[in-house]
């Protein structure tokens, strides 16, 4: 009945949800590893507010903790994201790109369509709620990680309900109306206020009552994990759901469809108003085209805020963390088996009984490299190759300006960018340390923050250089992401094998935190290596550039 | 200002064993129209492409204003204006913005003339560009490539998208561009726009020029289908004899042949045997011109 629409869907999107379940996966696994066995009534001493939040409770052991806080809460969320990403991608995302039409025109109905997009969705959310209660119990099991009475099970069906919730709700918006923006917009809105609605009314008196206006509450409220399954707060989540699906599929039959178009966001609408015209066109307008490296910088700030709000939160967040944690729980840490350092060797190793050791497994080792290399290798990426793959690199080569220029401006657009992401990061890494009193020296952190501004920036000159070769956006990303990942495992590798020592010197990775620059400082010829590895890239990017035709078609 | 607008001699492209454009002799004098005419795929493109420097030559040159295409491709754009074929733009920038943009980079336009040219083509700038349909977002395109005033205008098939009142508008402002001594390159698959504005056509196929010719010459030229009803069957032999008839058919009453001589004569020979009861004469579509000039081409050969 459902045929190639339903499929197509599900094959556009397993990769997305099993990468988000390999995610979650990675984080219950480093909860169940790390805190195992130790005593948590630290935790106790968190703000109540962050305790309601993340559901801790009094007593809790460590494997409740994981479970809890990591995957009820941290896994709910990405799922209940990846969701109403898929289901505003849907409808309005394909009428949005212009290819709904072009669907339609096929004879299959608008039903037909709805329902074999809405299907996919629920398989989807199906099959990786039940792959997570499955490899966490698993992994719980082979980690002879004891979780007693806690009712996982019963957790996953509420996230099954609420998961299914927040997409169908983004269905619902985008198939009505039409608008991704909006679809995604409004239900990510219900998602958050939700969460720290339900999360933090409790505590008020009397606040209890108001906490069930909001969604979350039908998740987490009623304490699944400990306390079984709420049969009323599930149904009443799936059937908002089923009437989501209605509600969206009666609006898509009923209205015009979409042409293509490429939305409208706040600065437009104060373009639009008389009384904002003149500041908004000069930010949007004038400011953004007056020369290539604006625009490219203009075109790149969703990627560049988002990267920097993510880094500054989280190293902001980790400070206070660290200090909570009790001290036993390194001593412990210090003597894991072998198994288990070659995985923190993957997350940049260090000594977890230091505050430096911490965030360089917990952030530096890999997450602040990840976002930094997706700001710079997107801005490289897009540079040449992008605007090939866009077709407008004949028109602007039509202009007195050399090839060289465009690289030249476009360069300088993705260092400084890689710049702003070091510079966040350790905005974010200082003040969680004053906060929580760690005593890191301010001097290491920005040294290691300027190598990983230089990793950034090494990264995205390699994305530059194949790009600037090729013309093709897919291999500059896929190619730079590729060779980065491959010489981190390689860094990695030979952090852990004396005998493969070696080969870490061949990785930039070892000379971004080889030396253990938050503990030792700054080893002068580092960042000389890094400079040297991205001057090379940055520099046969001309030449190849330069000698080849421009591709006008991707 | 004496050198040519455009000169290409021995111009080739080869992408690995496709000959895209073979040994291109072209020299098109400044204050002219010049209409470049082809089937899709034929080599338009790709000879435009090379122009602006987007591609190499594997072999041959070509000179703007005197100035050789990959030496100087800066200077050139200096004085040149292009619309792309396939035109694509940025989505998020208004019309407005993406004038802005290429005239930062242009150190500067007269936005009065801006101005002028929208309300000519009946352009919006305040849109964005993805937005627009494809006919206004052309329009935007075309303003891009005439507003610095180059002494050049290179366009790929410019009229794509466009409705007859705003193609006129642009057939008048090629003619102006030419009487101020300025040069207009122009592509394009339909002979009807060439023949209104081009002073000379320059037609190629498979890569090859194969015809170089005046507006007139051509227009002389061209075969038309024509189609005449007797009121007695029709007899090939003597249609056939009718100089400038070639490709005859007979059914019945009718026949039907392509001409490109004169038509008195062939009406002379029909009225000396039959009476005419009907007659109607097509002009050749662009196709048929071409197979004429290929089959002429292949004959010679």
Redesign the interface.
């Known amino acids: 009945m459902l045929g190639n629409v339903f499929f197509k869907t599900v094959r556009d999107r397993w990769l997305g949800w099993t990468i988000a379940t390999g995610v979650v996966w990675s984080f219950v696994l480093l909860g169940f590893a790390a805190y195992s066995g130790l005593d948590l009534s630290i935790l106790e001493t968190f703000p109540e507010a962050y305790q309601s939040m993340i559901g801790l409770r009094p007593g809790m052991d460590a494997g409740a903790l994981s479970v809890a806080a990591i995957y009820g809460t941290y896994g709910s969320l990405t799922f209940a994201a990846m969701a109403l990403a898929m289901g505003a991608a849907s409808i309005a995302g394909e009428e949005r790109k212009g290819t709904l039409g072009l669907l339609l025109a096929n004879p299959k109905s608008r039903t037909h369509v709805f329902v074999s997009k809405v299907a996919a969705l629920v398989l989807l959310i199906i099959v990786a709620t039940l792959a997570m209660w499955a490899i966490s119990i698993g992994t719980a099991g082979m980690m002879d990680i004891a979780l007693g009475d806690l009712d996982v099970f019963a957790l996953n069906v509420h996230m099954l309900a609420s998961t299914l919730f927040y997409g169908l709700l983004a269905v619902a918006i985008g198939a009505a109306t039409g608008n991704r923006g909006a679809a995604s917009g409004a239900s990510t809105g219900v998602l958050v206020v939700g969460f720290l609605g339900s999360g933090l009314l409790p505590l008020i008196e009397g606040g209890e009552k108001w906490a069930k206006l909001f969604p979350w509450y039908y998740f987490s409220g009623s304490e699944p994990l400990y306390n079984g399954i709420e049969w009323g707060h599930v149904a009443l989540l799936a059937g908002a759901s089923v009437v989501f699906a209605v509600v969206g599929l009666v609006g898509f039959l009923r209205r015009d469809l979409k042409g ?3 939305g409208v966001t706040i600065i ?1 609408r104060l373009r639009e108003n008389p009384m904002t015209k003149k500041v908004a066109d000069r930010l ?3 400011a ?5 490296w604006l ?1 490219t910088a203009s ?1 790149h700030q969703i990627v560049l805020v988002s990267a920097c709000a993510y880094v500054f939160f989280v190293q902001l967040m980790l400070g206070p963390f660290y200090a909570a944690l009790p001290k036993v729980a390194f001593e412990m840490l210090a003597q894991l088996p072998e198994g288990l350092e070659v995985l923190f060797a993957f997350f940049g190793g260090g000594d977890m009984s230091t505050p430096a050791g911490f965030f360089q497994i917990e952030t530096f080792g890999m997450m602040a490299p990840i976002m930094v290399m997706l700001v710079t290798i997107a801005v490289s990426a897009g540079a040449v190759a992008g605007e090939e793959s ?13 090839r060289s220029r465009v690289i030249a401006e476009k360069t300088w657009t993705m260092a400084l960018y890689a710049a702003i992401v070091g510079i966040a990061t350790f905005a974010g890494t200082a003040l969680g340390s004053l906060i929580a009193g760690l005593d890191m020296s301010m001097w290491n952190i920005a040294a290691t923050c300027i190598l990983l501004t230089l990793l950034g920036i090494a990264g995205g000159a390699l994305a530059l250089a194949i790009g600037s070769g090729t013309g093709r956006k897919s291999a500059a990303v896929w190619g730079a992401t590729g060779v980065m990942v491959a010489l981190h495992v390689l860094n990695s590798i030979g952090s852990v094998t004396d005998d493969l020592s070696f080969l870490q010197k061949l990785s930039p990775f070892y000379y971004y935190l080889g030396n253990d620059p938050l503990n030792k400082g700054m080893n002068w010829i580092h960042p000389v290596v890094l400079a040297v590895i991205a001057a090379v890239f940055i520099g046969i990017s001309f030449p190849l550039f330069q ?4 591709r ?1 078609r991707d | 200002m004496s050198e040519a607008a455009i000169l290409t001699e021995g111009l080739t492209k080869h992408y690995g064993k496709v000959e895209a454009l073979v040994d291109l002799n072209l020299e098109i004098p400044q204050g002219e129209v010049f209409g470049f005419l082809g089937p899709n795929g034929a080599g338009k493109t790709t000879t435009i492409r090379t122009m602006m420097d987007e591609i190499r030559a594997t072999a041959g040159r070509a000179s703007i204003l005197g100035m050789d295409t990959h030496a100087e491709p800066v200077e050139i754009r200096k004085h040149v204006g292009y619309v792309p074929g396939d035109l694509a733009m940025y989505p998020n920038l208004t019309g407005r913005d993406t004038l802005m943009y290429f005239a930062n980079l242009r150190g500067g336009v007269d936005w009065g003339y801006v101005d002028t040219l929208a309300e000519r083509l009946d352009a919006q700038l305040d849109k964005k560009v993805g937005d627009l349909s494809s006919g206004n977002r052309q329009k935007v395109g075309l303003i891009q490539a005439f507003m610095s005033k180059p002494e050049v205008i290179i366009m790929d098939e410019p009229s794509s998208g466009l409705d007859p009142l705003v193609q006129r508008e642009l057939q008048k402002m090629m003619r102006e561009v030419a009487a101020e001594g300025r040069t207009v390159f122009l592509s394009s698959h339909t002979l009807s726009e060439v023949q209104r504005v081009a002073h000379r056509v320059g037609i190629i196929r498979h890569g090859r020029l194969i015809a170089l010719e005046t507006v007139q010459a051509l227009r002389s030229k061209a075969m038309r289908q024509v189609e005449i009803e007797l009121d007695k069957p029709a007899d090939v032999e003597l249609f056939k004899a009718v100089e400038g008839v070639t490709d005859v058919r007979a059914q019945n009453h009718h026949v039907v042949m392509t001409f490109g001589g004169d038509m008195g004569a062939l009406l002379k020979v029909a009225e000396g045997r039959y009476n005419i009861v009907d007659i109607s004469t097509q002009s050749a579509d662009l196709e048929e011109i071409f197979l004429t000039y290929y089959q002429d081409e292949e004959a010679s050969a």
């Open positions: 293509q178009s490429v437009d949007a307008g004038s953004r085209v007056s020369s290539i625009k075109e866009k077709r407008t690199m004949g028109l602007l080569l039509a202009n007195p300006i050399t000698r080849r035709d421009i006008q």
